[in-house]
């Protein structure tokens, strides 16, 4: 029987300011990954976000980035891998801390934006990241694509890793991410979204932006909260999932 997780990232609201549809989220998924301060969020928001996450039995995982909430830490900065790991050291600490509070266990990291995607091909980074993560806790999880610096990086430092693909963005042939200042870079129709979900998950195949083939491997399925469709593509790829008996769970849980 095939299984899969379905990941959002989440927490993204700041102060005053309202991003994403957290509350109607989180009862569709089975990981979130939530802000951690520097790109979005703040404390308050993290809090609450953790225990919404517990009420509907969500796996919670730290989702740091750059010290840039102006650009959403989607801009790439030029930060040593020292400095990289102490920004996160202190944002999945702090997190960490809540999860201690209300009592769940933090359940993995996944990098967010400019420095999910420079981490990626990295590998100085990469290790960086990985160290931080078998600092804090050897059994914490990375989420990240496959084939990439972060994969190579996590078996070295001996760091469960979960392959993680996109519903809503396009790819390249290469495997990674087509960027998203290029034109179809998003994935907008749900019906294409879906079928290639399916498929990522039974084949380990999804269409590239240039008409080939990419091998993936999707232990997560992650749909961005932020989207404009994330609630429909979030419903209607849990409802097909379902469908195709393929069992959603957060991963490496057994329940």
């Given at each position: 029987m095939y299984s899969v997780d379905l990941n959002c990232d989440l927490g993204e609201s700041f102060g005053a300011y309202r991003m994403g549809m957290d509350e109607a989220m989180i009862p569709l998924i089975t990981s979130a990954n939530v802000a951690c301060g520097f790109h979005a969020g703040d404390p308050a928001v993290m809090h609450r976000t953790v225990r919404l996450c517990c009420q509907y039995n969500v796996a919670v995982g730290a989702h740091p980035g750059y010290p840039d909430l102006v650009g959403f830490g989607r801009r790439a900065m030029n930060v040593s891998p020292e400095q990289v790991a102490d920004d996160l050291l202190y944002q999945i600490g702090a997190l960490k801390v809540f999860c201690d509070l209300e009592g769940t266990l933090l359940h993995h990291v996944k990098l967010h934006g400019a420095l999910y995607?420079?981490?990626?091909?990295?590998?100085?980074?990469?290790?960086?990241?990985?160290?931080v993560i078998r600092a804090v806790d050897p059994g914490l999880k990375l989420m990240a694509q496959g084939g990439t610096a972060m994969q190579a990086a996590a078996v070295h430092e001996g760091i469960p890793f979960i392959c993680e693909v996109f519903a809503d963005r396009a790819y390249q042939s290469n495997g990674l991410l087509v960027p998203r200042g290029m034109e179809g870079a998003m994935i907008t129709d749900e019906s294409l979204a879906?079928?290639?979900?399916?498929?990522?998950?039974?084949?380990?195949?999804?269409?590239?932006?240039?008409?080939?083939?990419?091998?993936?491997?999707?232990?997560?399925?992650?749909?961005h909260g932020d989207g404009e469709k994330a609630l429909l593509f979030a419903r209607k790829i849990r409802e097909a999932l379902l469908a195709e008996n393929i069992r959603v769970h957060a991963w490496g849980n057994t329940d």
């Amino acid at each position: 029987m095939y299984s899969v997780d379905l990941n959002c990232d989440l927490g993204e609201s700041f102060g005053a300011y309202r991003m994403g549809m957290d509350e109607a989220m989180i009862p569709l998924i089975t990981s979130a990954n939530v802000a951690c301060g520097f790109h979005a969020g703040d404390p308050a928001v993290m809090h609450r976000t953790v225990r919404l996450c517990c009420q509907y039995n969500v796996a919670v995982g730290a989702h740091p980035g750059y010290p840039d909430l102006v650009g959403f830490g989607r801009r790439a900065m030029n930060v040593s891998p020292e400095q990289v790991a102490d920004d996160l050291l202190y944002q999945i600490g702090a997190l960490k801390v809540f999860c201690d509070l209300e009592g769940t266990l933090l359940h993995h990291v996944k990098l967010h934006g400019a420095l999910y995607n420079q981490a990626a091909k990295e590998p100085a980074l990469a290790s960086a990241v990985c160290q931080v993560i078998r600092a804090v806790d050897p059994g914490l999880k990375l989420m990240a694509q496959g084939g990439t610096a972060m994969q190579a990086a996590a078996v070295h430092e001996g760091i469960p890793f979960i392959c993680e693909v996109f519903a809503d963005r396009a790819y390249q042939s290469n495997g990674l991410l087509v960027p998203r200042g290029m034109e179809g870079a998003m994935i907008t129709d749900e019906s294409l979204a879906v079928s290639r979900v399916i498929r990522m998950i039974r084949d380990h195949k999804v269409q590239a932006l240039d008409g080939t083939d990419t091998t993936v491997q999707a232990d997560s399925v992650c749909v961005h909260g932020d989207g404009e469709k994330a609630l429909l593509f979030a419903r209607k790829i849990r409802e097909a999932l379902l469908a195709e008996n393929i069992r959603v769970h957060a991963w490496g849980n057994t329940d």
